[in-house]
């Protein structure tokens, strides 16, 4: 039997169930659209968005300007620091989101955000930023608490694409969560613990990806925040170093790093792709294999799903949350703690 097919190798060293949360992406996921859906922006004009967050948390914010960029009226900014730009203002919608409320950086930018007068949401399941936005009377958006907050992305990312739609009355939102939402529970089906490895792709990958480098690239420029989603998760659940970038931006630097032949043999590359893709991407990645990955211990690709913007790129993050999980679980590691980042944040906090 393949060990990922074991129920014990789960009891043994998945004792908090991150794989389960993986699975509940899709139910989690129609909580939070439900969430935005209640939510009221507060009064505008609007001219820019700008999402404040890090980690697991911030990662939404990229996910949103992916999503909304071909036809989103306002610029979409993700500030993943402890300053804000200099053009946050009364008008800038700010959304901030952090699921524990007590992550120094989110509670500095909001801060700054909102002396700088710009209107706010939060989103989080307490700690200081829920009792920094009853003080300002800003909207909350409760998350439930007891996840890891990287698990609980539905919760930190949907509320505030539900929230938008207002701004994007051509689009139909609504429809896009529930092709999406669709999608997700269709993948979930295929790709969950009880499925064998043997019809299993998720399980197939993450053992192509034991013992190598993995490489996560993005077909396209709209598909990086998913391929910078995959490395945080590989490095948070997997515990293991990952590289991404993006086509065709890798074309002008990184593939210049494939010419170091030893270490190309121990990276395994992931193309994550679109179902349809512009010929001039086809050719673009069909040439920088034969340039640039000849070398590599292996490529491999994951196509996304759906017919909107938003079941892709959820499409392609669900399966990248269940690659992290096998893989920590063949390298013999509990996916759920993250002793690093807990003991960097204990350190800082003196
Ligand atoms: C842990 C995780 C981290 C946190 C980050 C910020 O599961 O994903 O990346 O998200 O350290 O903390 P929060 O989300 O509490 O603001």
Known sequence: MHPLDDPQIYRRLDPQGMIDLVARFPAMGTEAWEAGL?????????????????????????????????????????????????????????????????????????????????????????????????????AVVPVPRGIPPRAALPYLFLPMVGALRYLLPRADLPGEWAEAHAVLEELAGELGRDV????????????????????????????????????????????????????SELNHNETVGWEDQTLAGRVAVVLLREPEEEPEVTRRIAATREVSFRAAA???????????????????????????????LLRGVDPTPVPPIDAIKRRLRG
């Open 38 to 138: 209640r939510l009221q922006l507060p009064p505008g004009p609007h001219t820019t968005v700008v999402i404040l967050g890090m980690g697991g948390s911030g990662v939404g914010g990229d996910l949103l300007a992916a999503l909304l960029r071909p036809a989103f009226p306002l610029p979409v900014v993700v500030v993943k620091d402890s300053r804000v730009p200099g053009f946050v203002g009364p008008q800038t919608l700010v959304f901030a989101c952090s699921y524990s409320g007590d992550t120094e950086e989110t509670i500095s930018a909001y801060t700054a955000a909102r002396q700088a007068g710009a209107p706010a949401i939060v989103i989080t399941s307490g700690g200081t930023l829920e009792g920094l936005a009853a003080a300002h009377g800003d």
């Open 298 to 328: 292996s490529v491999s690709e994951v196509t996304a799903r759906g017919r909107g913007r938003l079941a892709r790129l959820l499409s392609l993050v669900l399966f990248g949350d269940f690659v992290s999980v096998y893989l920590a």
């Open 196 to 247: 064998p490895t043997d019809r299993n792709p998720a399980k197939q990958l993450a053992q192509r990806l034991v013992g190598h480098l993995p490489a996560v690239y993005a077909a396209t420029s709209d598909l990086g925040a998913v391929a910078y989603r995959w490395k945080s998760q590989l490095g948070e659940n997997g515990k293991v170093l990952a590289l991404w970038h993006a086509f």
